[in-house]
Structures are given as structure tokens and as C-alpha cells.
């Protein structure tokens, strides 16, 4: 069973608030990504990575960094934290041969920013 | 550019009662197709998904979809459903050479004794 774990689960910060998420795979997935979920939007891809110092932007990047360690480790940075980045956030991964696309989730993060 | 609707943003429906949930996408090509569940403070897990070959897919629980590329559909179905169905369900589009999913706004199941 894939297995992808976030820490923290809840977060809370204060505007203005340097915050770093963390998420670990064991799945040997190359992929790894960063969503984030609000009520009517679905999810929302931050960032992506295809492999350890690979970095893609996805459809919502304004106010994150990220970056990818290692094969089982991608972070989300939130340098300066903002209100209207409260919200769910997933990390996934997945393998472009071996899960034809299939992402693997882990439970998620929430993050309130004050 | 890819996209994904769901026009119900909630549906109820009675244990027992049969289930469709809907999902366009919009892609000119043939595009790989998800449906993924998410309940109660968990993350999302994947319910069926479509590549090629036979429009019916059958997923887990009981769950099948079907694919109709006249239509640009992709609609989420249940004969039965019991009251443990109750969940998030997201539709998703990726293209065919491509890894990253786009997901639509999902739909909230409430299943009623």
C-alpha cells in the first residue's frame, strides 16, 4: 500500500508567519505534488516535482515555495504567511510507469492563518 | 487548458437508492479520467479511473463510471447505496502524456437512513 505521510496535521500561524510542511513518501514515486483544497475551488495544484532539486509551478503558486529534498521528501514554505492562505493541504505522489497516474494522498494539513 | 465540473455540489439521497453522480471535462483530446473519494478528515482515495478500451469501468464498493467522449462526460454510478458512501467524490482529467491532475469542485454525498 502507497504510503504518503504529512506533518504537521493542524497548523496555526499568524499573519505575516514563516511556515514549512512537511511530506514524506515511501512509495518510491518519482512525482510529488502540493494541492490545496477550499470549499468550491476543489483542489488546487501549488507545486510539483518529478524528482530530488526538480520544482514545477502549478495553477496557484503566488506566496509558496517548495522544495524537493530527496526522492521521499517535498516541502511547502510559506514565507510570509497570509489569511487568505488558510486552507486543506495534500501532498500526493505518484509514478508516471508504475501508477499511470494515479496519485496517492496523504490526510492532509490544515493551516490557519490568523 | 483542461478543466473539470461538477454541478452538484451536494446530493442526498435515501440508503438503498440508486446514485449518479455527474462530472464534464473539458480536453480536445482523449484525456486519462479519476474519480476519487474523500471521507471525513481523511485524504483522497482513488474510487476507478479510465484509460482506453471498455467505457464501463468498475471501481471499488460498487462504484462504476461511465465514459462517454460525445458527451465529455464521465459520470459517477451506484445502484445501491449504503449510508458508509457518505463522502466527498472529485472528478479528475489528466491528459494522456502528462502527470498532474486537474480536479473538479467535488460533490458532498449525504446518504439518509
Known amino acids: 500500500e502507497a504510503a504518503v505521510t504529512q506533518s504537521p496535521r493542524n497548523k496555526v500561524t499568524v499573519t505575516g508567519g514563516n511556515v514549512t510542511l512537511s511530506c514524506r513518501q515511501t512509495?518510491?514515486?518519482?512525482?510529488m505534488y502540493w494541492y490545496r483544497q477550499d470549499t468550491g475551488h476543489g483542489l488546487r495544484l501549488i507545486h510539483y516535482?518529478?524528482?530530488?532539486?526538480?520544482?514545477q509551478i502549478g495553477d496557484v503558486p503566488d506566496g509558496y515555495k517548495a522544495t524537493r529534498t530527496t526522492q521521499e521528501d517535498f516541502f511547502l514554505l510559506l514565507e510570509l504567511a497570509s489569511p487568505s492562505q488558510t486552507s486543506l493541504y495534500f501532498c500526493?505522489?505518484?509514478?508516471?510507469?508504475?501508477?499511470?497516474?494515479?496519485?496517492?494522498f496523504g490526510a492532509g494539513t490544515r493551516l490557519s492563518v490568523l | 487548458a483542461q478543466s473539470v465540473t461538477q454541478p452538484d455540489a451536494r446530493v442526498t439521497v435515501s440508503e438503498g437508492a440508486s446514485l449518479q453522480l455527474r462530472c464534464k471535462y473539458s480536453?480536445?483530446?482523449?484525456?486519462?479520467l479519476f474519480w476519487y473519494v474523500q471521507y471525513p478528515r481523511q485524504g483522497l482515495q482513488l474510487l476507478l479511473k479510465?484509460?482506453?478500451?471498455?467505457?464501463v469501468v468498475q471501481g471499488v464498493n460498487g462504484f462504476e463510471a461511465e465514459f462517454i467522449k460525445s458527451n465529455s462526460s464521465f459520470h459517477l454510478r451506484k445502484a445501491s447505496v449504503h449510508w458508509s458512501d457518505s463522502a466527498v467524490y472529485f472528478c479528475?482529467?489528466?491528459?494522456?502524456?502528462?502527470?498532474?491532475?486537474?480536479f473538479g469542485s467535488g460533490t458532498k454525498l449525504t446518504v439518509e437512513p
Open positions: 479510465y484509460y482506453s478500451g471498455d467505457p
Open positions: 500526493a505522489s505518484s509514478h508516471r510507469q508504475t501508477s499511470q497516474n494515479t496519485l496517492y
Open positions: 480536453y480536445s483530446g482523449t484525456p486519462y
Open positions: 512509495n518510491s514515486h518519482n512525482y
Open positions: 516535482s518529478y524528482g530530488a532539486g526538480n520544482l
Open positions: 479528475a482529467v489528466t491528459p494522456s502524456n502528462y502527470n498532474v491532475l486537474y
